[in-house]
């Protein structure tokens, strides 16, 4: 086989440019075709890929930054207990009523306190709380009241469920307060 790159630029002997070797025998180059287009994607898909690609990345970004400003923003623990003791005065049961009221303070003192009340028993809460014993007390009591009522079946006069609302908001303005005052 001879190789182009074998072959002199220009003849020594007479200065003219080599001729090249004749082609060989075969088919005639008027049957070749041009090249063969292997599984490229045309201009549509590759646009429709990247349009579906940015709405698909908007849309995490859009999520991420909508819940991470959902949480920035925490609610007053006294507005949120507040709130539900009204709930529970709208309840006509009793029990629904003695829960209600029992969770308002434990959320309360959870959210204040940043301690897992909710999850303990009255006087396991009460025991975890950074309070004087007088208002430890206040609230075991609440609590105890609160748990008669919800296991016991006790019976509850409208008096007693005002007395019971009352007592809560009073303990809870008191606990806000007093927090907000040593910075707890």
Known sequence: MFLLAQIPALNPSNGAMPQLPPLPAGPSLES?????EAGGFNTTQVVLAAVIGGLIGAGLIWFY???KRSVEIPANPQE????ELKAAEASS???RFAITCANAIRHFLEARYKL????KTSSEATELLPLPGDRKEKIN??????DGIKFAQQA???EKRIELSDTAKKLIRELDRKAASTGT
């Open 80 to 83: 949120v207990a507040l709130a």
């Open 156 to 158: 509850l006069s409208e």
């Open 116 to 119: 897992p009340v909710a999850t």
């Open 32 to 36: 070749v075709r041009g090249p063969i």
């Open 93 to 95: 049961d009793n029990e």
């Open 65 to 67: 930054l909508r819940k």
């Open 141 to 146: 009591e609440f609590l105890a009241t609160c």
